[in-house]
């Protein structure tokens, strides 16, 4: 199994910074990708960002200029800066892994934290 654990959500105010880590623990061969998703109230999960283990990143197009993603392949751990936020940034912000399990499987799963609140007060 492979856990997730997120931190670092909050409130903050409108124009501020908050920076989100996740770290993956477990037993697994190797981390494809990580990465970040949100979900507000009433709305589907949504992607904000993923990095995958040669760091290559993709981004929502609306979230490109103010969020950036990182990632410690070393300690599976990976990060969000988030500036300038607004308050449709609110919302449950979860963490992904998508990881190999064993070397001999070519089959990837996908792993979700439990998420973390962040609130943006106008």
């Known amino acids: 199994q492979v856990q997730l654990v997120e931190s670092g959500g909050g409130l903050v105010q409108a124009g501020g910074s908050l920076r989100l880590s996740c770290a993956a623990s477990?037993?697994?061969?190797?981390?494809?990708?990580m990465g970040w998703y949100r979900q507000a109230p009433g709305n589907q999960r949504e992607l904000v960002a993923t990095?995958?283990?040669?760091?290559?990143?993709n981004y929502a197009d609306s979230l490109r200029d103010r969020f950036t993603i990182s990632r410690d392949t070393t300690k599976n751990t990976v990060s969000l800066q988030m500036n300038s936020l607004k308050p449709e940034d609110t919302a449950v912000y979860y963490c992904?892994?998508?990881?190999?399990?064993?070397?001999?499987?070519?089959?990837?799963?996908?792993?979700w934290g439990q998420g973390t609140q962040v609130t943006v007060s106008s």
């Open positions: 992904n892994a998508v990881v190999r399990r064993r070397s001999a499987e070519n089959v990837m799963f996908s792993y």
């Open positions: 477990g037993s697994f061969f190797s981390i494809n990708a």
């Open positions: 990095i995958t283990s040669g760091g290559s990143v």
